[in-house]
């Protein structure tokens, strides 16, 4: 069992940056794949980002490639979503999951969840 915490949400104004990170503890986290998902109100629970165990692979929604970058940091426990040139749209409540058993994009495919950090990106 992997407990995961976000941390680093806030308040950001447009075209400014922020970093949100998430610690992993109790569970085998360099086994894992990671992902970071977004949930807005009213919306559904959408895909981010992903990477592999190794950090050797990433994949991004086509609304964040370009802008935002996965990382992860094994020998901390630590994923990170570096995201830039920040849009009021990627205003959301950002979530770190882990351990998808396939279609990572998919949010039901993930069997750890964080409590989630809120990014506000005012225009």
């Known amino acids: 069992q992997v407990q995961l915490v976000e941390s680093g949400g806030g308040w950001v104004q447009a075209g400014g940056s922020l970093r949100v990170s998430c610690l992993a503890s109790?569970?085998?986290?360099?086994?894992?794949?990671m992902g970071w998902f977004r949930q807005a109100p009213g919306k559904e629970r959408e895909f981010v980002a992903y990477?592999?165990?190794?950090?050797?692979?990433?994949h991004y929604a086509d609304s964040v490639k370009g802008r935002f970058t996965i990382s992860r940091d094994n020998a901390k426990n630590t994923v990170y979503l570096q995201m830039n040139s920040l849009k009021p749209e990627d205003t959301a409540v950002y979530y770190c999951?882990?351990?998808?058993?396939?279609?990572?994009?998919?949010?039901?495919?993930?069997?750890?969840w964080g409590q989630g950090t809120q990014v506000t990106v005012s225009s």
């Open positions: 999951a882990a351990d998808p058993t396939a279609f990572y994009r998919l949010p039901s495919r993930y069997n750890y």
């Open positions: 109790g569970g085998s986290f360099r086994s894992y794949d």
């Open positions: 990477i592999s165990w190794s950090g050797g692979t990433t």
